[in-house]
């Protein structure tokens, strides 16, 4: 038991709260495992004691601002198939490896992707098969990804909310906005 506490502490499924109580065991481990004339050398207990305590000080404060990350935001504007398909294949990888939430918004080029009509260009994947992105994002709204497209790209287009895909609304600046200020989430952009 003892050698299985510090790995845990970089195990992603314990909370803040765990990681706090799996340091004061982990240094507990290091203290009482060793006598302190083996853990300092024969310096006294004294210094052993500052020792961890200031080992506390400095990883406690750590974990208690850390904030465990619920998803991603995903801004895609790029034409370009091949890196739609990558923010594609990253927010797959969130959502199903990970279980974190994905939020896409599709700019410009990129918004046709949500149109039924669109037909998008086809990527190869490294097994040789081929795939296209808006298939991708249609899994992707399967699996509960919020998709979006800009408020822009429906007026520039000559289109209305109609025209897009099941699953995919217009969305709002100032959510979106708030969106990408949550700490709780990273953003990339392609």
Known sequence: ?????????FDGRWGVVGKVFIT?????????????SQLCGGVCMKKTMLSMALAGALVVPAMLNAQEIKGLNVLIVSADAQTQMMGMVLSTSTIKDHNKAVNITLCGPAGNLALKEFEAGAVKRP???????????GGLIKAGASVEV?????P??????????????????PMVAKGLLDPAFKNISF
């Open 24 to 36: 004061f065991a982990c240094l507990f481990k290091i203290y009482s495992y060793n006598s302190p």
């Open 150 to 154: 800009c408020p822009l790209f429906l």
């Open 127 to 137: 097994d040789g098969s081929v795939v296209n992105p808006k298939g991708a994002l």
């Open 1 to 9: 038991m003892k050698t299985l506490l510090c790995p845990l502490l």
């Open 156 to 173: 520039t287009a000559g289109k209305d909310a109609s025209a897009l895909v099941e699953g995919v609304s217009v969305a709002k600046p």
